[in-house]
C-alpha cells in the first residue's frame, strides 16, 4: 500500500495507464481491427504523465486534447447542419487538429513497462 499522497497519486496514473492499454487490447481483439493511435481528450489530456504512461504501456503514441472535445463536436455538428461549416468527418477532425492545441506522446522502447501477465502473476487466457 503506497505510504504517501504522492506515491498514492502514482498508484492510481500507473493504474489508469495499464487499464487504457487493456481497453486497446480488447478493443483489438473484439473487432479484428488495428488501433495506431490513442486520443486522450477532456482533463485527462493536461496530464502529462498520464499520457506518457499510457504511451509507454501501449506502446502506441498518444494525441492528448482538444480538453474541450464534447463542446467542440458539438459546436461542429451544430455549425455543419446549419451550413455554416461543411465536410466530411475527416474534414472537420481535420479543422479540429488546425485550430486546437495537440500534443503528441511517442512510446518510449526502454520505459520498461511489466506486462499485464507480469502484473497479474499469471498467464492471460486467449479469449476467442
Known amino acids: 500500500m503506497p505510504e504517501t499522497r504522492a506515491r498514492i497519486v502514482r498508484c492510481v496514473i500507473d493504474s489508469l495507464a495499464l487499464a487504457h492499454r ?5 478493443a483489438r481483439r473484439l473487432t479484428g481491427r488495428a488501433v495506431d493511435t490513442i486520443h486522450i481528450v477532456g ?3 493536461h496530464n502529462a504523465l498520464l499520457c506518457r504512461l499510457t504511451a509507454d504501456a501501449c ?3 498518444v ?3 482538444p480538453v474541450e472535445a464534447t463542446s467542440i463536436g458539438n459546436v461542429l455538428v451544430q455549425a455543419r447542419a ?4 461543411s465536410g466530411t468527418l475527416a474534414d472537420l477532425r481535420a479543422l479540429v487538429r488546425r485550430t486546437q492545441h495537440l500534443e503528441r506522446y511517442e512510446p518510449r522502447p526502454d520505459a520498461g513497462i511489466p506486462s499485464t501477465e507480469t502484473l497479474l502473476g499469471r498467464p492471460v487466457p486467449a479469449e476467442g
Open 59 to 61: 506502446g502506441l503514441p
Open 63 to 65: 494525441v492528448a486534447g
Open 22 to 26: 487493456a481497453a486497446i487490447e480488447d
Open 82 to 85: 446549419d451550413g455554416v461549416v
Open 43 to 45: 482533463g485527462g489530456s
